[in-house]
């Protein structure tokens, strides 16, 4: 079992930055690809970001330039990095992780319980 704990959302500004965490239990986390999938109310669950074993990374179209994922395999950890911040990304943020070799990473087996971003003047 994969523990997943989020951090760092908040209320921030349009144009804002804010910096996202997702602690693992996990020692072998590195064996792990990893995503950020966020979901807004009234609305699916969306991807955001993936990162896998050796940090090859893909991106949503509607983040790229803005976001950046990254990975810390000796904490463990995930982050994203947001900024230039819009109303529309107001919406709970979730990480992920999955041992599956697949790329893209899909069937996430393990999840987080959120962490709320609210982007508002």
């Known amino acids: 079992q994969v523990s997943l704990v989020e951090s760092g959302g908040g209320l921030v500004q349009p144009g804002g930055s804010l910096r996202l965490s997702c602690v693992a239990s996990?020692?072998?986390?590195?064996?792990?690809?990893m995503g950020w999938f966020r979901q807004a109310p009234g609305k699916e669950r969306e991807f955001v970001a993936h990162?896998?074993?050796?940090?090859?990374?893909n991106y949503a179209n509607f983040v790229k330039g803005r976001f950046t994922i990254s990975r810390d395999n000796n904490i463990p950890a995930l982050y994203l990095e947001m900024n230039s911040l819009k109303p529309e990304d107001t919406a709970e943020y979730f990480c992920?992780?999955?041992?599956?070799?697949?790329?893209?990473?899909?069937?996430?087996?393990?999840w987080g319980q959120g962490t709320q971003v609210t982007v508002s003047s």
């Open positions: 992920a992780a999955t041992s599956s070799t697949t790329w893209p990473p899909r069937d996430y087996e393990y």
């Open positions: 996990e020692r072998t986390f590195s064996r792990y690809s």
């Open positions: 990162i896998n074993r050796v940090s090859y990374k």
